[in-house]
């Protein structure tokens, strides 16, 4: 006798699981728009950590860490529904308030935007440019996307947003005003020479000092690789 019982139902890993109307040309750009998260946060923090190990960079990303586990604990706390449109999107079971995307998204613009502002790294005033005419509207598309592919409503996502700023303005002041001196700390620990993690925040252009250290090293017979 066949079994009866009904298949367990499916569910798709949301990381990168995005709808579209079919046909929908907008729609299919927005959609690749609202997976930017995801490429920041795999494409651009692994790649920093293997080629880079700035301290900078690596705390930025845990500060994105935590501020998408403090929108879980939100979302589980309020359990606002997400707009009807769910339905089709498969997502009625999760909650829709504050939008994780938006808020990572401003977390990441506020951060970028300070970083820039105060010279940090590889980064210049002269920059701000990219900031304002990349990194931004990049932030609020995202934010519209989610609500023009119906995952989100737009307090959702105004609420994501406000809540990233915050907390990006708020771990910015943080990490360069109380973890700041913890740098040389870190980078002389046996986590720090293992994977030879560094700062290089207190140098003004670290492109110049990199370029010209490299030059200078191939002057000297000990950094020479042997092949």
């Not at 006798?1 to 009904?6: E, R």
């Not at 701000?128 to 989100?152: D, K, Q």
């Not at 670290?206 to 042997?226: D, I, P, T």
Request: proline share 4%.
């Amino acid at each position: 006798m066949a079994n009866q019982n009904p298949p367990p139902p499916l569910k798709a890993v949301t990381l990168t699981h995005v709808r579209y109307q079919k046909g929908d040309k907008i729609g299919h750009l927005l959609a690749w728009i609202s997976l930017i998260p995801v490429f920041i946060s795999l494409g651009g923090f692994v790649s920093h950590f293997i080629f880079r190990r700035e301290l900078q960079g690596m705390f930025f990303a845990i500060g994105l860490l935590i501020s998408q586990f403090i929108n879980e604990i939100i979302k589980k706390s309020v359990q606002q529904a997400r707009p009807e449109t769910c339905a089709l999107l498969e997502m009625c079971d999760s909650h829709g308030w504050p939008s994780s995307h938006s808020q990572y998204m401003f977390f990441f613009a506020v951060y970028f935007t300070l970083m820039t502002n105060y010279r940090i790294g590889n980064l210049f005033r002269k920059q701000m440019w990219i900031v304002g005419l990349v990194v931004w509207p990049l932030a609020v598309l995202t934010m519209y996307s989610r609500v023009y592919l119906g995952y989100h409503t737009v307090a959702q996502v105004f609420a994501g947003a406000a809540l990233g700023a915050v907390l990006g303005g708020g771990w910015f002041w943080i990490v360069n005003n109380l973890l700041r001196c913890r740098f040389p700390a870190i980078e002389e620990s046996a986590f720090g020479r293992m994977f030879y993690v560094k700062d290089t925040s207190h140098i003004p252009n670290v492109l110049k000092f990199e370029y010209e250290n490299a030059r200078g090293a191939r002057k000297h017979v000990s950094y020479k690789r042997s092949d």
